[in-house]
Structures are given as C-alpha cells and as structure tokens.
C-alpha cells in the first residue's frame, strides 16, 4: 500500500457550481504543518454543510476539504511534542473552513492545534460531540458563569433539535436547569423531553410579531443557535439579569431589537465564537464534557453514522434544517 495516499472529500467548483466526491490524495498536496494525524472520526456541522457548498463567508477559495472536526491518530510530529501513536482531538482554529479539514484521512496542522484526546471519553464519542459539543458546553459555561444558576429559572434553547441545541438540551437538564426546547419538527418534541427538557414549543410560538421592545419577563437564560426573529423574541422575554448566548444564525443572521432589554432589564446578550478560544479554556471544556457535563447516553440515542461518500445525502438535508441530532462521520477504514 502507498503510504502516502489516502481519501479525502474535496469540494471544488465547476461552471458556478460546487461539486463534491471522494478523491485519492497525496500528502504533499496538504498544506504546511507540524502533525500529520490519521483522522478516524469526523462530524457534520452546519458550517461544514455551508463550506460544502460553497459558503465563500466560510470558505474563501476552492477546491477544499470540509471537516471542523478530526479525531484520530498522530502518524508523525516535526514539532516533537505529540508521540506517534497518540489518540487527539483537533477542531477549530481555520480547520475545515479555509484549512484542508477532517473529511479526510489524514490532516496536516499545526502542533497548538492538536489536543490529546480527553481523559474518558473515547475516539468515537470525542468526535461525536464535536464543535455542536463543544459549543454546546461552551454557551453554557457563559451562563453559570454569569450567574444563571439552576434555581435562577427557566432557559430556553433554540434550534433544539439541531446538533448545538441537543446536547445543550442534554446538558442543561443533567444540570438541574428547567429547559424549554424550541423546535420546529413536531417529530422531535418526545426526543427532546427524553433528553429532559420540560417543555417544548414550536418556532411559531416563540416568534412576538408585535413591536413591543420588551416583553413578559420568561427566560433567565437562553442558549440560541438560530438567530433572526426568535433570538431577537427571546432577548425580549429575558428576565431582568438574564443572559443570552448566540452562537448561530440557521434562521438569519439578522437580529430586529431595540436597545429596552439591554437598558431596561440589563439582559446581556454574549457572542459564542468556538473556533477562535484561549487553548487553557477549550481545554478547560472538553474537561467538562469528558466528565461531570457527560451525556454519553443521550448523545448515543441522537447519533446518525456514515462513511465519507455517505455525507453527500446529509449536506443539503443539514442546510433545509432537517437534520436532528449528530451525524458521525467514520473518515479512515480501521
Ligand atoms: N459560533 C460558533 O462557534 C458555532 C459553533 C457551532 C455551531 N454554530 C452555529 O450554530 C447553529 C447550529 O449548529 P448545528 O451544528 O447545531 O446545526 P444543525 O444541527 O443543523 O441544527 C440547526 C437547527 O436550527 C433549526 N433551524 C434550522 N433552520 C431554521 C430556520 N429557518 N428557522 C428556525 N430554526 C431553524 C433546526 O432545529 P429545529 O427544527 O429543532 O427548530 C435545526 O435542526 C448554526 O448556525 C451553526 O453555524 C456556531
């Protein structure tokens, strides 16, 4: 076998359009770095389906390789600081929006990049959180951290049927947080109560069409990954104090509101940026969701699996919303 050969997803444009298909690879043709890992599991994310497609907001220039996510082996480190042969988690930094990413078997990345595996969790279930994970813990870590405790009342989580808006359901209930899911899939309502939220409402019900700048104080945290018109609701149904993260835009990048919540009920409205994250706090999170923040179970029952050619079929479904829960991608044959 050539040692230097091996699969990856490349994305490349033909005739204004983007095409996809699994291609034999080199390692020369990877870009510059410390570590070379042989990539086991990857993940699809809502921004791996935008890079896919050819999202120029994610990815500046084709022909690419998607993947925010890598789990898998290190094969070689000119850097010295990994041993061949370690299990590591790599997401990200540029991986998989302008950096060749984790729908390949093999990556070259820089060596602060690569993180050994965490403690307790395996390969498989690393890459099954992945940066939905990641994120997830992350936007909850903004909560506790500013004093939205259990006891300060209910939290809202939108796009819970998604992959953020799952595990962040998951976790918040494992927390002893009153959860209330939006979801716009009638279908994942039982699925969401299983994972423990308390109630579930529709898109429709958490959209205030009024023009009222502030509405019934509801909310004393919110986890949103939609953005748009329920985001903006919700910032208008935050209780005095409260705090709301936003992480994504499935719904619009746009956010109608007034400055009343912020100046009126001092809600505070924090951006959740998981690529672009001090190294001692990623780390710091990961710690989390190995360990006390775990929800192995529920992420088990919400897993989907293919191989690489099987994420075609699964791209554009992500991008109509019509994915629930993870899709784990097994990149290498093992
Ligand atoms: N800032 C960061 O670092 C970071 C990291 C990870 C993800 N993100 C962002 O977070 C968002 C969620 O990511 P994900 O991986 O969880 O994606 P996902 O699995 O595709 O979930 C997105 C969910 O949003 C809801 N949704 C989709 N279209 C919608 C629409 N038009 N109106 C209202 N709700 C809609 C759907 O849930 P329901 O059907 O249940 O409503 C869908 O399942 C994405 O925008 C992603 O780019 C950001």
Known sequence: MDTNSFR?????????????????????????GDVVVRVYYS?????????????????????????????????????GTLAPGTEVVVHAHDLGAN???????????PADWVMPLPTGLSMRTAAAYGTAGFTAAQSILELEENDVSPEAGQVL??????????????????????????????????RLRGFG????????EAVDGSSRPLLKSRWAGVIDTVGGPILATAVRATAHGGVVTACGNAASGD????????????????????????????????????????????????????????????????????VQGRLLVRVAAS
Request: glycine fraction near 10%; aromatic fraction near 6%.
């Open 99 to 109: 950096v060749w990413g984790g729908f390949s078997e093999r990556i070259r990345v």
């Open 43 to 79: 993940s699809l994310n809502y921004k791996d389906a935008l890079s896919a497609t050819g999202n120029r907001g994610v990815t500046r220039n084709y022909p690419h390789t998607p993947g925010i996510d890598a789990v898998g082996i290190v094969e070689q480190d000119d850097s």
């Open 255 to 322: 956010l109608p509101l007034t400055v009343y919540p912020f100046i009126l009920r001092g809600v505070r409205l924090v951006g959740v940026d998981s690529a672009w994250i001090a190294e001692d706090r990623r780390r710091a999170i990961w710690k989390r969701l190995a360990g006390r923040w775990s929800v192995h179970e529920a992420l088990e029952s919400m897993l989907n699996e293919t191989d690489l050619p099987g994420t075609e079929e699964w791209i554009v479904r992500m991008l109509e919303g019509g």
């Open 157 to 190: 989580v939108t796009g819970a049927s998604g992959g953020v808006g799952s595990i962040a359901t998951a976790i918040l209930a494992k927390l002893g947080y009153s959860v209330t899911a939006v979801s716009g899939k009638q279908e994942a309502a039982e």
């Open 197 to 204: 939220a308390a109630e579930v409402i529709s898109r429709d």
């Open 8 to 32: 990856a997803l490349r994305v490349r444009e033909e005739g204004g359009a983007f095409v996809r298909e699994v291609e034999d690879c080199r390692l020369d043709e990877l870009p510059a």
